[in-house]
């Protein structure tokens, strides 16, 4: 008993590094008879010294746990530019010790912003798309763009986009617009006369501004070339 009192002495200042150290003059106490026991003359400085190093590993669990709460409360109102803070939240839950995670006291905010964001990004595409509007041969900006805020998102977001299916159409559409107005371009030549150049121009003029896919569904071309050899000749 003697030598365990001599141990408990020699402690000194309780530190976060005191955990061994104490932990093995408790074992040794536990080994101890009762009659040993009963002979330890400061054997409350120990019990002092693990209430002392408690009440400092608390502390420092305090300090982690307000540093995931600050970083959860920084997110505030959730946009479609909270990304990085919203991760950056989430790092420091998944970093701290997982046995104070459940003491976060603001972690249901954190979920929250999450599914906001989430939430956000679908609208963002949704927007886009919705802002196209009946399709026109003006509709191509718009198009374009809502394929542009799609583009920044993964199938994750997408996959929740009600109306993807619009975007598509939308193309289509487009597209058929865009090959039409060149297929009436051509038709409307008729007969080729001294007077057809305009038409022959306007034709040709509608004709480069499609794409090469769309081109390819020109069905009437052919009637273009003809066009164009006649009047020259």
Do not use: C, W
Not at 125 to 131: K, L, M, P, T
Not at 208 to 217: C, F, I, V, Y
Request: charged share 30%.
């Amino acid at each position: 008993a003697k030598m365990v009192d001599e141990k408990i002495f020699q402690l000194g200042k309780i530190t976060l590094k005191s955990e061994s150290k104490i932990e093995e003059l408790e074992i040794m106490v536990e080994n101890l008879t009762e009659k040993e026991k009963g002979q330890l003359d400061i054997l409350h400085i120990l019990e002092k010294a693990r209430e002392t190093y408690e009440t400092l590993l608390e502390e420092q669990n305090m300090k982690y746990i307000g540093k995931v709460e600050d970083a959860i409360k920084a997110i505030g109102t959730v946009t479609l530019d909270s990304g990085e803070v919203i991760a950056k939240a989430r790092k420091a839950y998944e970093d701290l010790a997982e046995e104070l995670q459940p003491r976060v006291p603001n972690y249901q905010d954190l979920t929250n912003a999450e599914q906001a964001f989430f939430d956000a990004q679908v609208a963002d595409v949704e927007n886009a798309i919705a802002a196209i509007g009946t399709v026109t041969l003006d509709s191509g900006d718009a198009i374009v763009n809502a394929y542009a805020v799609a583009q920044k998102y993964g199938e994750d977001i997408l996959s929740a986009v009600k109306n993807m299916a619009d975007l598509e159409n939308a193309s289509v559409t487009y597209t058929m617009l865009r090959v039409q107005t060149v297929i009436d371009a051509i038709d409307a030549i008729g007969t080729v006369t001294l007077e057809s150049e305009q038409k022959i121009k306007d034709a040709q003029n509608a004709y480069a501004k499609l794409s090469a896919d769309e081109k390819a569904m020109v069905t009437n071309y052919q009637k273009l070339t003809d066009a164009n050899t006649q009047y020259r000749d």
